[in-house]
Each structure stands twice: as C-alpha cells, then as structure tokens.
C-alpha cells in the first residue's frame, strides 16, 4: 500500500472519528480514529487476498 493511500486511509478515519458525538476529549479521538483506521487497513487487505488482487 502506497504512503499517499495510508494518509487517504488515515484522514478518512479521523473524519469519521469527528463525526461521532459520545468522544468528549483529544486522547478519546484519536483512540477511536486509530481503531477506525486499523480496521480500515485489515478489511482493505482480507478484501485484497479473498479478490486475488
């Protein structure tokens, strides 16, 4: 995976981190934007091999 999909991957996570309304402080965000990301990674690259590509 390119660097420039990394840091897509990594402002897609945090937006959606942003939008969620429970988060009252920075170290929750990131925490959450985090976990977002890293689920983000493992679904791209479990959907890459099931795919073949």
Not at 2 to 30: D, G, H, P, Q, Y
Request: no cysteine; proline share 0%; aromatic share 10%.
């Amino acid at each position: 995976m390119s660097m420039k999909s990394n840091k897509e991957l990594w402002a897609t996570a945090m937006r959606a981190a942003l939008r969620v309304e429970f988060i009252t402080n920075i170290k929750e965000l990131s925490l959450y934007a985090k976990s977002l990301y890293q689920a983000m990674l493992w679904a791209k690259e479990h959907g890459e091999s099931r795919t073949g590509k």
